[in-house]
């Protein structure tokens, strides 16, 4: 089983709400700030085109928003996971700068925090590895790396690897274009699904 979360699509009535960043925590963080502009739909796109080429290659899929809008916050979400029990969670986003010429794709993993991530860690950054890898050469984008995490909330609840994948930047002319087509979120997709075949073959 395979989790798909893309990002945004609560609408803010909900979104505005607030959830603690962790289990036990006091720190509190908006369910959903909504996003860059565009990128709900594009993370939404380019998710079922994802779950449409896993299933062909065999695997079960489960997706946190299979529609434009979700009633669900980042605790929820990591907790649909969870209790499905997901090989891996990949949660898909797209970023957005002040500076237009900011481009590439990056991917975030948990941070190593003990008592919320310290089980999901490793296998976290190793699934962080192999799915920017298999994206970079699927799509052609810039390669940004890795980056760990400590303030997502989707990372501090998840009982299973998780990562986060920046697919581009939507405030970048050249890339949000691309990102706004069938072909690109197709080959995005095609490098989602080669990383966690990777990820799932160690
Ligand atoms: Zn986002």
Same mark, same amino acid.
């Given at each position: 089983?395979?989790?798909?979360? !893309? +990002?945004?699509?609560?609408?803010? $009535?909900?979104?505005?709400?607030?959830? /603690?960043?962790?289990?036990?925590?006091?720190?509190?963080?908006?369910?959903?700030?909504?996003?860059? /502009? +565009?990128?709900?739909?594009?993370?939404?796109?380019?998710?079922?085109?994802?779950?449409?080429?896993?299933?062909?290659?065999?695997?079960?899929?489960?997706?946190? @928003?299979?529609? /434009? *809008?979700?009633?669900?916050?980042?605790?929820?979400?990591?907790?649909?996971?969870?209790?499905?029990?997901?090989?891996?969670?990949? @949660?898909?986003?797209?970023? #957005?700068?002040?500076? !237009?010429?900011?481009?590439?794709?990056?991917?975030?993993?948990?941070?190593?925090?003990?008592?919320? *991530?310290?089980?999901?860690?490793?296998?976290?950054?190793?699934?962080? #590895?192999?799915?920017?890898? $298999?994206?970079?050469?699927?799509?052609? $984008?810039?390669?940004?790396?890795?980056? !760990?995490?400590?303030?997502?909330? +989707?990372?501090?609840?998840?009982?299973?690897?998780?990562?986060?994948?920046?697919? +581009?930047?939507?405030?970048?002319?050249?890339?949000?274009?691309?990102?706004?087509?069938? $072909?690109?979120?197709?080959?995005?997709?095609?490098?989602?699904?080669?990383? *966690?075949?990777?990820?799932?073959?160690?």
């Amino acid at each position: 089983m395979i989790c798909l979360d !893309p +990002g945004h699509g609560t609408p803010p $009535a909900i979104g505005r709400q607030t959830e /603690p960043i962790g289990p036990g925590s006091r720190v509190m963080k908006i369910k959903d700030g909504g996003g860059a /502009p +565009g990128e709900a739909q594009v993370a939404l796109a380019i998710g079922l085109k994802t779950r449409t080429l896993l299933r062909r290659s065999g695997f079960r899929v489960a997706m946190t @928003r299979s529609g /434009p *809008t979700t009633t669900l916050g980042n605790v929820a979400r990591a907790h649909f996971c969870n209790v499905r029990h997901a090989a891996l969670m990949i @949660r898909i986003h797209a970023d #957005g700068s002040p500076d !237009p010429s900011s481009h590439g794709f990056k991917t975030l993993y948990p941070a190593l925090h003990r008592g919320w *991530t310290d089980d999901i860690y490793a296998a976290s950054l190793r699934a962080a #590895g192999d799915v920017q890898r $298999a994206s970079i050469r699927a799509t052609g $984008a810039l390669d940004l790396g890795l980056f !760990p995490r400590d303030d997502l909330t +989707g990372f501090n609840w998840a009982n299973v690897p998780a990562v986060l994948v920046e697919t +581009g930047f939507m405030s970048n002319p050249r890339e949000s274009r691309l990102l706004k087509t069938g $072909a690109y979120q197709l080959k995005v997709a095609r490098g989602l699904v080669a990383g *966690t075949e990777a990820f799932l073959r160690r």
